[in-house]
């Protein structure tokens, strides 16, 4: 993908997994501490590399498993990727949580 495309898809990914923490926090009353320090600190995202698809699917599967809020972004097929495919992985916790699943990877 090019820069600009990993920057549509990136920031798709970020704004849906923003929405799904508001809406867990209002059923559930969790991550409303998580979603005001994150809020207030600058809405840090953390960008790292996957490799291919099976990689994305592989940390979502450690992100469910570990009780992480995520998102995965599929892309629509209008420009460069083909119709469906997986194109960004989301997840939202706290840095010792997500270094656990990511910590590994290349920063993007």
Known sequence: MSSGKVASQTAHTA?????????ASKKHL??????????????????VKGLNESM?????????HANLLYHTTHDAGRTQIASGSLTCLGIFGKNE????????????
């Open 15 to 23: 704004v849906s997994l923003y929405i799904k923490a508001k809406k």
């Open 30 to 47: 969790i991550f409303l501490n998580e979603i005001d320090t994150w809020l207030f600190t600058g809405q840090p995202k953390i960008v």
């Open 56 to 64: 994305l699917l592989n940390i979502e599967k450690q992100a469910k």
């Open 97 to 108: 949580e997500l270094d656990r699943i990511t910590g590994s990877l290349c920063l993007y």
